[in-house]
Nanobody, 125 residues
């Protein structure tokens, strides 16, 4: 069993930066596909970025060039570095490991889907 806990959210001004972390209890070696997703009230949860255990990445068009996803298998941590933030990036950000992120990468994967409880990012002046 794996548990995912996000941290690093908060209030940031437009143009600023924020780094989100997702700590996994248990080994994330067992999770080949991980990703960050975000959701605003009234809208569906959407992919922000996903990454495979081999380091292949996929980004939503809206964050390309501004956000960077990375994973540290030694520290069991998934990180999302967010730069040049704008108000449209305001959302609750969720960490995922498993099926959803595999599908985001276009990979068929039959396994468990793990989600964190989310961390709120607010971009406002």
């Amino acid at each position: 069993q794996v548990q995912l806990v996000e941290s690093g959210g908060g209030l940031v001004q437009p143009g600023g930066s924020l780094s989100l972390s997702c700590a996994a209890s248990g080994s994330i070696f067992s999770i080949n596909f991980m990703g960050w997703y975000r959701q605003v009230p009234g809208k569906q949860r959407e992919l922000v970025a996903a990454i495979t255990s081999g380091g292949r990445t996929k980004y939503a068009n809206s964050v390309k060039g501004r956000f960077t996803i990375s994973r540290d298998s030694v520290q069991n941590t998934l990180v999302l570095q967010m730069n040049s933030l704008n108000p449209e990036d305001t959302a609750v950000y969720y960490c995922n490991g498993g099926v959803t992120s595999a599908q985001a990468m276009g990979i068929t994967f039959y396994g468990t889907d793990y989600w964190g409880k989310g961390t709120l990012v607010t971009v406002s002046s």
